[in-house]
T-cell receptor, first 115, second 111 residues
Framework: DADVTQTPRNRITKTGKRIMLECSQTKGHDRMYWYRQDPGLGLRLIYYSFDVKDINKGEISDGYSVSRQAQAKFSLSLESAIPNQTALYFC??????????????FGPGTRLLVL | TQLLEQSPQFLSIQEGENLTVYCNSSSVFSSLQWYRQEPGEGPVLLVTVVTGGEVKKLKRLTFQFGDARKDSSLHITAAQTGDTGLYLC???????????FGAGTQVVVTP
C-alpha cells in the first residue's frame, strides 16, 4: 500500500461549490504539506503543518483552508471554488533533519477541474 | 517570481545522448534537492546535496552543488527512455525546513 494516499484522484466541480481533498499517511511523520502544481510554475506551497497543533499558511493560502485531524490526516478545503483553482494538488509528508534537509514524500496527486 | 530558476524548461533528446539541466538562484541554500516526477505520480526524491562544490552520482546521473550554494546541475549520461520525466530542483533556505521548488524541466527521451 502507498505511504501517502490522496482522495479523490480526480474531481470536477462547479464555481462556488465547497470541496475537500483528503490526505492520509502511514509514514508516521509529523510534518505534512499541501501544494498545487500548475504548468510552468512548479509546486507552490498552500499550507503546512509541523504537528497536529501547528498549522501555517504557505505562499498561496487565499481561498483555501486546512484541517489536521490527526498525525496521519491532513485535509485541504476550497470554501468556494473558482476556475483559477483548477490545478494538480499534492499532499506531502516529511522527515526533517534540520539544516541538512528533509525528504518529502508525495502522494499521487488530485487533479481538480473547476468549471 | 520563482526563487529557483530552472533551465531549459523543456528538453527532447534521443536515447544515448547526454543532457544537463540547471537550477539557479540568487539565494544561498543550506541544501538543495532534485526530484523526478512521472506522469500521474508525485515527485520522488533523487538526491540531496549539502556542501558547496559537492558532487553526487546516482548511476548515470551526476548532481553538482555550486561552490556558493546558489546553483546546481543535473547531468545524465547516455540517457534512456526511462529517464523521461519532470525534473524539479528544490532548495531549503530557512531553518524551518520549507522547500522552495523550481518550475521544473520536462525531459523527453525518445528511442
Amino acid at each position: 500500500d502507498a505511504d501517502v494516499t490522496q482522495t479523490p484522484r480526480n474531481r470536477i466541480t462547479k464555481t462556488g461549490k465547497r470541496i475537500m481533498l483528503e490526505c492520509s499517511q502511514t509514514k508516521g511523520h509529523d510534518r505534512m504539506y499541501w501544494y498545487r502544481q500548475d504548468p510552468g510554475l512548479g509546486l507552490r506551497l498552500i499550507y503546512y503543518s509541523f504537528d497536529v497543533k501547528d498549522i501555517n499558511k504557505g505562499e498561496i493560502s487565499d481561498g483555501y483552508s486546512v484541517s489536521r485531524q490527526a498525525q496521519a490526516k491532513f485535509s485541504l478545503s476550497l470554501e468556494s471554488a473558482i476556475p483559477n483553482q483548477t490545478a494538480l494538488y499534492f499532499c506531502a509528508t516529511s522527515d526533517f533533519f534540520g539544516g541538512r534537509g528533509e525528504t518529502q514524500y508525495f502522494g499521487p496527486g488530485t487533479r481538480l477541474l473547476v468549471l | 517570481t520563482q526563487l529557483l530558476e530552472q533551465s531549459p524548461q523543456f528538453l527532447s533528446i534521443q536515447e544515448g545522448e547526454n543532457l544537463t539541466v540547471y537550477c539557479n538562484s540568487s539565494s544561498v541554500f543550506s541544501s538543495l534537492q532534485w526530484y523526478r516526477q512521472e506522469p500521474g505520480e508525485g515527485p520522488v526524491l533523487l538526491v540531496t546535496v549539502v556542501t558547496g562544490g559537492e558532487v553526487k552520482k546516482l548511476k548515470r546521473l551526476t548532481f553538482q552543488f555550486g561552490d556558493a550554494r546558489k546553483d546546481s546541475s543535473l547531468h545524465i549520461t547516455a540517457a534512456q527512455t526511462g529517464d523521461t520525466g519532470l525534473y524539479l530542483c528544490a532548495g531549503l533556505t530557512d531553518s524551518w525546513g520549507k522547500l522552495q521548488f523550481g518550475a521544473g524541466t520536462q525531459v523527453v527521451v525518445t528511442p
